[in-house]
Nanobody
């Protein structure tokens, strides 16, 4: 069974920084893309950033220039460096692993979510 374990959320003041990590474990052969989504209260889940195994990245317009996604393929781990945080970045952040090939076949996986709160 594949599991995604997230860490790094918390409370930070506006303008501050946080770094999220997500490690995928299990009998994994490959992962096409890993990414971060977020969901604020009363809103739909939205893509924040994603990165393929080849290093191609995609960012939401609202975080471009402030957030950086990176990935360690050998460790099946994805990171999200979040700088210049704003109150509107407050949300539960979910890690996603897209098109995971494992002993269980091919499917997507989600982490349990980690809370990010930006407030003074």
């Amino acid at each position: 069974q594949v599991q995604l374990v997230e860490s790094g959320g918390g409370l930070v003041q506006p303008g501050g920084s946080l770094r999220l990590s997500c490690a995928a474990s299990g009998s994994i052969f490959s992962i096409y893309a890993m990414g971060w989504y977020r969901q604020a209260p009363g809103k739909q889940r939205e893509l924040v950033a994603a990165i393929t195994s080849g290093g191609s990245t995609n960012y939401a317009d609202s975080v471009k220039g402030r957030f950086t996604i990176s990935r360690d393929n050998a460790k099946n781990t994805v990171y999200l460096q979040m700088n210049s945080l704003k109150p509107e970045d407050t949300a539960v952040y979910y890690c996603n692993a897209d098109r995971v090939m494992s002993m269980a076949g091919r499917r997507d996986y989600w982490g349990q979510g980690t809370q990010v709160t930006v407030s003074s």
